[in-house]
């Protein structure tokens, strides 16, 4: 059986013990997460299997749906023998009968990779479309609590520049026909049913739109920038950037969106959307590659720039991101603690570690 990484096991520690408080209602109910075996929402399920050992008599029973279609079975496998979680394979595009009562749902399910969501478009449309119309519809029967809805900053597009940094307000600059739009425009599709079902049913659902989220559990072979230097740096293999570097992002530790996102599903901000992100340092692709590489120290690996043989690598890439941060703010009184030096340090950290670097393509 495998284990998670010191790294993640210390992620999931400060969590919990900083959120018990406003996490105590999980205890002694059910907590649905589609997309479970995936990078961000297995710290869901680590974070509530921590406090069910370390702090709760009644403990939260942990349901995780996941068809495994880009996650990992490897990132659950540490919980299958607990009492308080069941693995359910199921394409949550399908509806998702249940036999117990769920009070609490996080639906985060999708196909996030570019490099994974171009190569199944209609996977991609389907699981965001019709798997968030299950998880209302669920939502709805159930009587859930609250429904979290992981959404992307990809719905903005390629925002112009009077909008950068992005705020929640923005429309967004798509392209309804390009090689992203199976995910961007599905994933705006899947809002839009989120707001129409929390205004005929006054569904309990929360948005989120993470901004470039990083940290250890990321799959090597993801296809999104940090796991491809990440996999350069483990392996001592040349850096390489099919771009000419120069688009900015800003890049933001995992623990830092896990806060932020429990702090929104446990709230009472139904109907309401927020950008999730570091907003501390916008950095080019090609100054992350250096921080990588200092991180590594030497011997130097090389950085070196390439033209993909896929022809739509490129194609309707966002020239920047950058989130405006306020709402989260202001309502959360929330701020991002991990700087990105860190954050890679502690992603590079626990790709090496023994479990998480034993073969590329497993979590670390
Ligand atoms: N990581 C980021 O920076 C980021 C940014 C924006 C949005 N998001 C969103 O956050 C969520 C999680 O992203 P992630 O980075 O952890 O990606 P991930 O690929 O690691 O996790 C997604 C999980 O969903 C599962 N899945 C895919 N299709 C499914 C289906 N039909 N039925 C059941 N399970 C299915 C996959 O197997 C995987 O385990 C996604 O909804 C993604 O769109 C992530």
Known sequence: M??????????????????EPILRPLSGATLLVTGGSGFLCSYFLDTVAYLNDHAW?????????????SGSSQRTEHLACRKDFRFIEHDVSRMLDLDEPVE????????ASPLIYRRYPLETIDVNVNGTRNMLDLAVKQRARSLLYLSTSEIYGNPDSAH?????GYWGNVSCTGPRACYDESKRLAETLCLTYFRLFKTPVKIVRPFNV???GLKLDDGRIIPDLMRAAVSRQPIILYSDGKPTRTFCYVSDAIRAMWSIMMS???????????DQEEVTIHQVAERVRKILGPPWVEIQQRVNQDTQYLSDNPQRRCPDLTRLRTRFQWEPKVPLTDGLARTLQSFTQKCGAREAGSRG
Request: aromatic share 6%; with cysteine; proline share 5%.
């Open 104 to 111: 609490w749902i996080i639906h985060g399910a999708s196909i």
């Open 2 to 19: 495998s284990r998670i990484t010191g790294v993640i096991q210390e992620d999931v520690q400060a969590i919990g013990e900083e959120l």
């Open 214 to 216: 990083y940290g250890p």
């Open 164 to 168: 950068i940094p992005t705020a929640e």
């Open 57 to 69: 008599a009644r403990p939260c029973r942990i349901l995780c749906a996941d068809n495994l279609k």
């Open 268 to 278: 009472d901000q139904n109907g309401a959307i927020f950008n999730i992100g570091n």
